[in-house]
T-cell receptor, first 113, second 112 residues
Framework: RKEVEQDPGPFNVPEGATVAFNCTYS??????FFWYRQDCRKEPKLLMS???SGNEDGRFTAQLNRASQYISLLIRDSKLSDSATYLC??????????????FGQGTILTVHP | DAGITQSPRHKVTETGTPVTLRCHQT?????MYWYRQDPGHGLRLIHY???????DKGEVSDGYSVSRSKTEDFLLTLESATSSQTSVYFC???????????FGNGTRLTVT
């Protein structure tokens, strides 16, 4: 089983739709969670951190479910500009000096008119 | 945006030649990382640094070396480039363990 798994999609949705992505992780010791977005041929950019209580930033809502070991990202009222690849990132404390950050393979979202 | 610059942005080189990629940050962050991104593999950690002259291997370190002589600079060297090292290379920085990373805009390397 991969440490971090995402549905690769692609998700094709019309403008205005609500879309949700899930990401599962295998290490129960994982402590920090993030969602990044990556546009084609660009660097990943932090979209939001995911907190235990859940958090919202405008049209974006992130949730963490520790019992089932997954995080989710909900996008409401999708815009054309939301088209991108969304990466799930999980940070796990470990023997290394930096803690281990593991990236999911990404979920492709295409929003069409 | 975090002050992080990668150079060069694009490079084409021949098999067997040495190549050095540079990452420069102005954020005074302790942690710096080199990743490569390939279709079907996502982002994979090559090497990272947790301070000046303090570096360690990531999951795909074979064929790569790094150096960090100053807080702001982290160099990635391919001693003898191979075609399997054709990839997009991203540098990233973070201020603390487990903190989110901020990425540079990448170097697209082609080894012919």
């Amino acid at each position: 089983r991969k440490e971090v798994e995402q549905d690769p999609g692609p998700f094709n949705v019309p403008e205005g739709a609500t879309v949700a992505f899930n990401c599962t992780y295998s290490n129960s010791a994982s402590q920090s969670f993030f969602w990044y977005r990556q546009d084609c041929r660009k660097e990943p950019k932090l979209l939001m951190s995911v907190y235990s209580s859940g958090n919202e930033d405008g049209r974006f809502t992130a949730q963490l479910n520790r019992a089932s070991q997954y995080i989710s990202l909900l996008i409401r009222d999708s815009k054309l500009s939301d088209s991108a690849t969304y990466l799930c990132v999980v940070a796990t404390p470990g023997g290394t000096s930096y803690g281990k950050l593991t990236f999911g393979q990404g979920t492709i979202l295409t929003v069409h008119p | 945006d975090a002050g992080i610059t990668q150079s060069p942005r694009h490079k084409v080189t021949e098999t067997g030649t040495p190549v050095t990629l540079r990452c420069h940050q102005t954020e005074n962050h302790r942690y710096m990382y080199w990743y490569r991104q390939d279709p079907g593999h996502g982002l994979r950690l090559i090497h990272y640094s947790y301070g000046v002259k303090d570096t360690d291997k990531g999951e795909v370190s074979d064929g790569y070396s790094v150096s960090r002589s100053k807080t702001e600079d982290f160099l990635l060297t391919l001693e003898s480039a191979t075609s399997s090292q054709t990839s997009v290379y991203f540098c990233a920085i973070s201020g603390d363990r487990g903190s989110p990373l901020h990425f540079g805009n990448g170097t697209r390397l082609t080894v012919t």
